[in-house]
C-alpha cells in the first residue's frame, strides 16, 4: 500500500491500481479508511439534495460512492480510468452509470454537467496530479461544489494545495468547508476534507 506514493507517471499510477483492484477494499478497510465517509457527510451538509446527480470523480472500487449513498445521495455516476477497479465498483451497487476515461485525456468531465463532483482521495500523491483539481473546478458551473480530500503526504506537497489557494485567493471559488482528521488510522496517517464553490 505505501508503494502507491513511489508512482511517477499516469501509466504507473493505472497499472498500479488494476492490480490492487481485487484487495483494495480490505486492505484499505484494515487501517480504517474514513476519508470517504467525511468527505461525503460534508458534502451532504452542504447539499442536502438527495436527486441532485453527483459525479464521483475516480471512484475506484466503489468505496466513495458507498460513503455518497449512505450520507443520502442517491443518483452517484462514477469515472474512473482502471478497469477492474470498475468492476469492483459495479458489484456495490451505487451507482447510475460509472464509465472509464483514457488516463491521458486532459477533459474527461463534461463541462456544467453536475453541479458537484466529489474527488475521494484522488488528487494525490500516488493518484492524480494537481492540474485535476483545475480541471475539476472548470468542469463546474459557476456555484457548483467540488469535495475533495487532501492525505498528509499531499499536504506536504506544494503544488497541491498551490493550486487549491490559487483559485482562492483571485476569487474564482469560496472555501465552505475545511476540517482536518483521521484518514488511515491504522497507518497514523490525517486528511484534510474539503467542500469548495466554484464563484
Known amino acids: 500500500m ?19 483492484a481485487s484487495s483494495y477494499d480490505s486492505e484499505v478497510a484494515s487501517h ?12 451532504w451538509s452542504k447539499l442536502p439534495e438527495p436527486q441532485t446527480p453527483i459525479l464521483d470523480y475516480g471512484c475506484g ?14 443518483v452517484i455516476d462514477g469515472i474512473d480510468p482502471t478497469p477492474r477497479m470498475l468492476e469492483e465498483a459495479e ?12 488516463i491521458s485525456n486532459p477533459n474527461p468531465v463534461n463541462a456544467g454537467a453536475y453541479k458537484a463532483i466529489a474527488a475521494i482521495g484522488v488528487i494525490s500523491v500516488g493518484a492524480a496530479p494537481p492540474e485535476t483539481f483545475d480541471m475539476l473546478m472548470k468542469a463546474l458551473p459557476k456555484g457548483g461544489l467540488l469535495a475533495f480530500s487532501f492525505n498528509d503526504h499531499t499536504l506536504k506537497d506544494y503544488s497541491y494545495t498551490c493550486r487549491l489557494n490559487d483559485w482562492l485567493d483571485i476569487g474564482a471559488a469560496r472555501l465552505l468547508f475545511r476540517e482536518y482528521g483521521p484518514h488511515l488510522p491504522g497507518m497514523d496517517l490525517k486528511s484534510d476534507v474539503y467542500i469548495v464553490e466554484k464563484a
Do not use: C
Open 2 to 20: 505505501k508503494d502507491v506514493y513511489g508512482l511517477d507517471t499516469p501509466e504507473a499510477t493505472r497499472d498500479h491500481y488494476q492490480k490492487w
Open 91 to 102: 458489484s456495490k451497487g451505487v451507482y447510475r452509470q460509472l464509465s472509464s476515461f483514457e
Open 61 to 74: 472500487t466503489g468505496l466513495s460512492g458507498q460513503a455518497l449513498r449512505t450520507a443520502g445521495f442517491e
Open 32 to 43: 480504517g479508511y474514513i476519508t470517504p465517509t467525511r468527505v461525503a457527510e460534508a458534502l
